[in-house]
């Protein structure tokens, strides 16, 4: 019975790892496909952290008092353990600062839902808004209104947003899709051919992530070859989030190109699919997976050497660093590049040493760290611990 329900806990929260890789696609593809995973289980959400009293700080230029500062922070959609980590680590930030944040979540992935909840937070002493949209582009606007209203706005994957204060990453978009280029030129020691996968062609981040990594193995490691050659468009294929696509078109490529050796995978989906085949077809140290994963979804393939390398990055920490930005930049110390997230002891928090800022395609600002986690053989316990004191068990 206790293994029974540690598989359905195991199997509950590699949906909610599809779904939020799955909502980084168009809004077409992603209402699709995250009312398809979810069905109807979600329920609206509605959670306050109070400030406590003793914690509060002042800023002398502004005079203002951090237990007077509120956010409201909006995920994609309510009761998702993706979603619940990053809101632990910004509750976290808001007790060591004295701030308060409410969460208000969707019962369903619905752009208008979360525009809504944006319209009916004015006048209701709200200082900053935090959002992950669902889509950026419908969500702007309203975004601009909360300006408009004396609230300060940010978001995570909100890359082309324009009317944020900052959109906040855990690193580039360059810097994750490089590092893993790099570990897959590490594992097929500078000799390889290989295929990348995205979840859907021109859906970000992932898109951006495949570039990044096609262009610096055709820099740095000419020993390696992509096999879908290297125009823009097929030179990557697509598995749609999809884990039966996914199996199809691995399956596919393996039987027409015996000489493919090494996958870059783009798509959560990709990972477990590979790493099935590979255990199945006894591939095991001759075809090597590096690429997104979280314990939940390659775990099992990684513990046993049957695939290599997951990258992610901390929810946890990213959700700290949001609120720190927020409150800073509501205190009126605004984040520059190469400043710090800090903790009340004045430490600085890992991946976060360093930011860095740059402006998107739309005039927007996004800041980032250099948070990029992974997992391998070596580290995957402490990850599974890691996820199980966030609140996630992952296995």
């Not at 969707?106 to 937070?121: K, N």
């Not at 994750?176 to 859906?203: H, I, P, W």
């Not at 090494?262 to 140290?285: V, Y």
């Amino acid at each position: 019975m206790k293994k029974a329900l540690i598989s359905i806990i195991t199997i509950l929260s590699l949906l909610a790892v599809i779904i939020f890789f799955a909502a980084c696609t168009t809004l077409e593809q992603t209402a699709a496909t995250m009312s398809t995973a979810i069905a109807s289980s979600a329920a609206a959400e509605t959670t306050s952290t109070a400030a406590p009293a003793e914690s509060s700080t002042e800023s002398s230029a502004e005079e203002k008092i951090s237990s007077n500062f509120e956010i409201l922070y909006i995920p994609k959609l309510a009761d998702i353990p993706w979603f619940n980590v990053i809101k632990s680590g910004l509750e976290q930030c808001a007790r060591d600062y004295g701030f308060r944040v409410t969460v208000v979540a969707p019962p369903a992935a619905d752009p208008a839902l979360q525009s809504q909840i944006i319209l009916d937070s004015f006048n209701k002493g709200i200082d900053a808004i935090v959002v992950c949209p669902i889509d950026s582009a419908g969500l702007d606007p309203v975004l601009a209104r909360a300006n408009q209203a004396g609230i300060m706005t940010f978001s995570n994957e909100g890359y082309t947003l324009k009317n944020v204060t900052f959109d906040i990453e855990a690193m580039s978009n360059q810097a994750f899709g490089e590092a893993m280029m790099k570990a897959a030129v590490r594992y097929a020691g500078g000799n390889a051919n290989y295929m990348v996968s995205v979840g859907f062609l021109e859906a970000m981040p992932q898109e951006e992530w495949a570039d990044f990594e096609i262009a610096y193995q055709q820099k740095s490691a000419p020993g390696l070859k992509n096999l879908l050659g290297y125009s823009k468009g097929t030179d990557r294929f697509e598995d749609n989030e999809d884990s039966k696509i996914a199996t199809t078109k691995i399956t596919d490529y393996i039987q027409n190109n015996k000489d493919l050796n090494l996958i870059i995978g783009n798509s959560i989906t990709t990972g477990p699919a590979a790493g099935e085949i590979i255990s199945k077809q006894k591939l095991k140290g001759k075809l090597f997976y590096v690429g997104t994963g979280y314990p939940v979804t390659i775990g099992q393939y990684i513990r046993k050497d049957i695939i290599q390398e997951g990258f992610f990055y901390d929810l946890y920490l990213i959700g700290y660093a949001t609120g720190y930005i927020a409150f800073q930049s509501w205190m009126g110390n605004i984040p520059e590049a190469k400043s710090s997230v800090l903790k009340p002891d004045k430490s600085r928090l890992a991946g976060y040493e360093s930011l860095d800022i740059l402006t998107n395609s739309n005039g927007g600002k996004i800041i980032f760290g250099n948070a990029i986690a992974s997992i391998t053989k070596e580290n995957i316990e402490v990850w599974y611990k890691k996820f199980a004191d966030y609140g996630w068990p992952q296995e």
